[in-house]
């Protein structure tokens, strides 16, 4: 079976960013994306119907920003050494333009996804014998946390039924708390991105997604 990466957030930002500012696709395209050649940015805008806070998400170089009240989040093209690089250089140009922005925390995930013709998980007696699920029979998640080069690393495989088939989903997080009373938080994030902690936190996970499937799907003899 192939391991997928599935498109959700990359890059998480938690703190007090002026919901103004991170609406203005002019303001974004012009300050985080200054060289970009786009003319056109059309921005997305979700308002609550009862209480709820306004949301909206655009789209530029490939790039996708979400921005809510107290979140930022930046979901690239494609997961691979060029789409860390080009959330890096988003980063980069959002702590020039709002370096005084109180920043509490960020994280960094991402989820490979594989789908089979039957249960695994579901079926393993095994398993079902250590872990109460609480979920339904077409679906079973499996968590776990520990503390990962200064983060809090979150992570949790999860089979679920889907029509026919069934989808196993490797789901990596890693939460990285700012120190309080951080003086530059942006430039503490800033730093973390450029010497590569994207890159450092990502790169073992398909090794780490790839050795629980080899071993909850072996090979049959005589299969490459």
Request: charged share 20%.
């Amino acid at each position: 079976m192939t391991l997928e990466y599935e498109s959700q957030p990359l890059l998480v930002l938690v703190g007090a960013f002026n919901p103004q500012i991170m609406r203005n696709a002019m303001w974004i395209k012009n300050y985080l994306f200054p060289k970009s050649s786009q003319k056109d940015v059309s921005v997305n805008m979700n308002i609550p119907l009862i209480g709820g806070d306004l949301s909206s998400s655009m789209t530029i170089d490939g790039i996708s920003i979400h921005s809510e009240l107290g979140k930022v989040q930046m979901t690239p093209k494609e997961f691979s050494t060029s789409g860390y690089n080009a959330i890096a250089d988003v980063v980069v140009n959002l702590a020039a333009a709002l370096p005084h922005t109180p920043l509490l925390a960020y994280g960094i995930n991402c989820c490979l996804v594989e789908s089979s013709s039957k249960a695994v998980l579901l079926k393993n007696t095994a398993i079902r014998k250590i872990i109460d699920t609480g979920l339904s029979d077409n679906t079973l998640k499996i968590e776990s946390s520990c503390d990962y080069k200064g983060s809090k690393m979150n992570f949790y495989v999860k089979e679920e039924k889907v029509q026919e088939s069934y989808k196993i989903s490797y789901y990596f997080n890693f939460h990285f708390q700012m120190k309080e009373k951080e003086k530059s938080p942006m430039t503490v994030l800033k730093n973390a991105i450029i010497e590569g902690v994207i890159g450092e936190s990502l790169d073992p996970d398909r090794e780490v997604a790839e050795g629980i499937s080899s071993r909850i799907n072996p090979k049959k003899k005589g299969q490459q």
